[in-house]
T-cell receptor
């Protein structure tokens, strides 16, 4: 149980374009999902907290208009990187928690490369 | 944002040896979690700790939630090559605060 999937696993896009990343909880309902960014050889940094049916809460320094998050159902959250630039290249990972969200289960990550 | 102090940063050990790593924080956490991350993949939950003083095992892994709620350790006994990876501790505030604060990770290398 507690399987979280992400799609795509890798994406290469040109500077200025937008990219959408999906995060799905496959065998449980996730009232809360989290989006992280991880640069090489560094730890995970929380970008935003996504609650089903409400607006996401962004961490300080994360541009909400650049990183659009939608959590339309209890099993799906999406992160859209708008007008991507090379500095947005990173490993993006989502996690999902159940009702209590004490235990968070992570997706396999999406490697974004902006050329 | 706030970070946990995780040590050691890296470890090189021989297969069969025991390993210990720990995390400390200046703040109290209500939950401690330990994750393992393989290259190019997301972290996998190893052990979750919910009570101060709690000692929990998962196979060859043992973790403890410090009495002060400001620290936790993870032990791996009789290491094997597949234990290689990066181990992260994470603290959670509790209540309605589900956000995780991660340590910087411990890179474990096991020589066969």
């Amino acid at each position: 149980g507690a399987v979280v999937s992400q799609h795509p696993s890798r994406v290469i896009c040109k500077s200025g374009t937008s990219v959408k990343i999906e995060c799905r909880s496959l065998d449980f309902q996730a009232t809360t999902m989290f989006w992280y960014r991880q640069f090489p050889k560094q730890s995970l940094m929380l970008m935003a907290t996504s609650n089903e049916g409400s607006k996401a809460t962004y961490e300080q320094g994360v541009e909400k208009d650049k990183f659009l998050i939608n959590h339309a159902s209890l099993t799906l959250s999406t992160l859209t990187v708008t007008s991507a630039h090379p500095e947005d290249s990173s490993f993006y990972i989502c996690s999902a928690g159940d009702r209590d969200a004490y235990e968070q289960y992570f997706g396999p990550g999406t490697r974004l490369t902006v050329t | 944002g706030q970070q946990l102090n995780q040590s050691p940063q890296s470890m090189f050990i021989q297969e069969g040896e025991d390993v210990s790593m720990n995390c400390t924080s200046s703040s109290i956490f209500n939950t401690w979690l330990w994750y393992k991350q393989d290259p190019g993949e997301g972290p996998v939950l190893l052990i979750a700790l919910y009570k101060a003083g709690e000692l929990t095992s998962n196979g060859r892994l043992t973790a403890q939630f410090g009495i002060t709620r400001k620290d936790s350790f993870l032990n791996i006994s009789a290491s094997i090559p597949s234990d290689v990876g990066i181990y992260f501790c994470a603290g959670q505030g509790g209540g309605s605060n589900y956000k995780l604060t991660f340590g910087k990770g411990t890179l474990l290398t096991v020589n066969p």
